[in-house]
């Protein structure tokens, strides 16, 4: 059962602002959820932002929905197993992001309690996960300027090791980046671009002009909940579509594939509301035959930890965000994570693996709010 929780807010600055066509975040207000249960603790990190852009959550509302109806519901529910905590929290609408934060730290601790490892408990195949990098939207509103420094960072990564690269476009910065990038690094780097639903089915035709560049994917470029303006896409592009934002559930990846709407899809956890979840989306995309790979949300060592295992499963055939600690931060929360030839190494400690350091949490917390069990 969980004995004891505990809310923590933590501010940790960016290596450097990382700017999509959704706004810039030069910093991160990091909403932690820690548990006692099982006779041990976990740790879940919740990955809403700290306004309501890439979707509606947002980290302040995501406290107050913990507090006040998720965790109400999950105490009450008794045994606390990762299925019962997912039961407990299903009526309430939404909030997946709230939902996997608490998921995710009760299923640590549980499987702590055991010493099994989160990437065994999903059925991980590999010890080690290919890493890309996502790279953001240079600030400049000069075009050659901004190009200058996008080849510049992508060159920093292309040398650390990243076996590949995703670039953030927009309207009106698109098809001179990629051609910048592709005429630098050469065909065989591979290369894949992110529109965060920043364009519409009117654009199909300018969109098509990216197939010249032999992307592995372009992702999300329409609105999230236009579907069949994503198949209608799809059949004007060479270049394979994979859905992001348009994938909450199992549920949504069937729909979206039955439709011929994404090719490809970016498992996100706190998108889905928790590991549990993911793993069905993978096991559908698996069945389906639809490659996947794990996208990132600017996670500290205790979200990237478990997205590592997650990205070890055997139908995540494609190199996700799940980058190295230094991409976003100087100083993680939790031993960083190293990129070594490219990949990252799966935790093989219990549970997700990691945990805080304490004398780095200490530094950075902003507030720690302890809920009483029964709330």
Known sequence: MITAVELVRVALPLVRPFRTSFGVEEHRDILLVRVEAFGSEGWGECVAGLEPLYCSEYVEAAAHVIEHHLLPRVLAAGRHDPAEVEEAM??????????????????????????????????????????????????????????????????????????????????????????????????????????????????????????????????????????????????????????????????????????????????????????????????VCVAAGVPVWCGGMLETGIGRAANVALAAMPGFTLPGDTSASDRYYRTDLTEPFVLRHGTLAVPVGPGIGVVPLPEVLAEVVTSRRVLHPRL
């Open 90 to 283: 299903a009526p309430v609408r939404g909030h997946a992001m709230a939902k996997a934060a608490v998921a995710t730290a009760a299923l640590d601790a549980w499987l702590r309690s055991s010493g099994q490892a989160l990437s065994e408990f999903l059925g991980a195949v590999r010890a080690e996960v290919a890493s890309g990098v996502s790279v953001g939207i240079p600030a400049s509103d000069r075009p050659e300027t901004a190009i200058a420094a996008l080849l510049d960072e992508v060159d920093g990564y292309v040398s650390a090791g990243y076996r590949r690269i995703k670039l953030k476009i927009q309207p009106g910065f698109d098809l001179a980046p990629v051609r910048a990038v592709r005429e630098r690094f050469g065909d065989e780097m591979l290369l894949q671009v992110d529109a965060n639903s920043a364009y519409s089915l009117a654009d199909a035709r300018h969109l098509a002009l990216l197939d010249a560049f032999d992307l592995l994917l372009i992702e999300q470029p329409l609105p999230e909940d236009d579907l069949l303006g994503h198949a209608a896409l799809a059949e004007q592009l060479r270049t394979p579509i994979c859905l992001d934002e348009s994938i909450h559930s199992a549920r949504d990846a069937a729909t979206a594939i039955a439709l011929k709407a994404a090719a490809i899809v970016n498992v996100k956890p706190g998108r889905v509301g928790g590991y549990l979840e993911a793993r069905r989306v993978h096991d």
